[in-house]
């Protein structure tokens, strides 16, 4: 009953963000997007007094290979195969292993741009990000692409933030389920909108896990962690919240 309240009362937090909620995005795409540098305003500044132009601060997004349709192991394998695993090498996942494991989650699967996981309402509140000993990057489903959110080995602290779960900083990437609760509250409120959310985490989760498996690599998905100390070591936007954390790597 205390949880169900919890939840209403974050959805009504979240609607109201719901206002703010375009300033937020375009804060956050901006954040991630190439930066094309603004065009110097017209002053009398003599020449020799001109500054460069500051360089870009944000990398350009890397585009991703593109999925694999068709894979060795049949659906039936690898749920069969399918175990939560928690210790791996420290052999890192190639960019299109990375891709792949993203796609499953979250990718682009048709035309009117329906994804991989379903979605209620096709309002696609998840937001993926994954953490890899370079940095943290965040999933852009339109392209394909990894955009760089956090330079520098996040896994540690993240570990930390997971109770000291080993599996965490031991895997060579953590990818991580974010929720933006106002993008589902907008057509189904307060009631519906915190299940309808989890649901989809789970959806992707299970997606995500599935493909590991198909690559032949290992994962857990795991839910014990502090959300506000997974926020602050992976600075997730104000209106996005941590729902799950999936280590994967290759079987120790
Ligand atoms: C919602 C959820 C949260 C979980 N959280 C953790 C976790 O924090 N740490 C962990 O090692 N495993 C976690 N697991 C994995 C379970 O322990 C595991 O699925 C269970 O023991 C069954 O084993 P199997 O996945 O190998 O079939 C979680 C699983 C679910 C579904």
């Not at 997004?61 to 290979?65: A, D, V």
């Not at 992976?234 to 936007?237: A, I």
């Given at each position: 009953m205390a949880a169900q309240s919890n939840l209403r009362r974050r959805v009504v937090r979240q609607r109201r963000h719901l206002f703010a909620l375009p300033v937020l995005a375009a804060a956050f795409a901006a954040g991630c997007m190439p930066v094309t540098t603004p065009a110097p305003a017209a002053t009398n500044t003599p020449?020799?007094?001109v500054e460069p132009p500051p360089a870009p601060s944000v990398a350009p997004?890397?585009?991703?290979?593109s999925p694999r349709l068709q894979g060795p192991v049949s659906f039936e394998a690898a749920a069969a195969r399918r175990r939560s695993m928690r210790?791996?090498?420290d052999q890192r996942l190639t960019l299109a292993e990375l891709g792949q494991l993203l796609w499953a989650g979250q990718g682009i699967t048709s035309p009117a741009g329906l994804r991989a996981a379903p979605s209620a309402g096709a309002l696609y509140p998840l937001e993926l990000y994954a953490v890899t000993p370079d940095g943290v990057y965040h999933?852009?489903?339109q392209g394909h692409q990894l955009v760089l959110h956090l330079a520098g080995d996040m896994r540690p602290a993240l570990a930390t933030a997971a109770l000291s779960q080993s599996s965490v900083a031991q895997a060579a990437v953590v990818i991580v389920i974010?929720?933006?609760?106002?993008r589902t509250a907008q057509k189904y409120g307060a009631t519906r909108t915190p299940r309808y959310v989890v649901l989809e985490a789970g959806h992707v989760g299970q997606n995500v896990l599935l493909q590991a498996v198909a690559l032949g690599l290992g994962g857990v998905p795991i839910g014990a962690f502090?959300?506000?100390q997974v926020q602050a070591v992976?600075?997730?936007?104000a209106d996005q919240e941590p729902l799950y954390l999936i280590p994967i790597g290759r079987p120790a």
């Open positions: 020449a020799s007094r997004p890397t585009s991703l290979p210790s791996f090498t999933y852009r489903p974010a929720a933006v609760y106002a502090y959300d506000d992976l600075k997730l936007p």
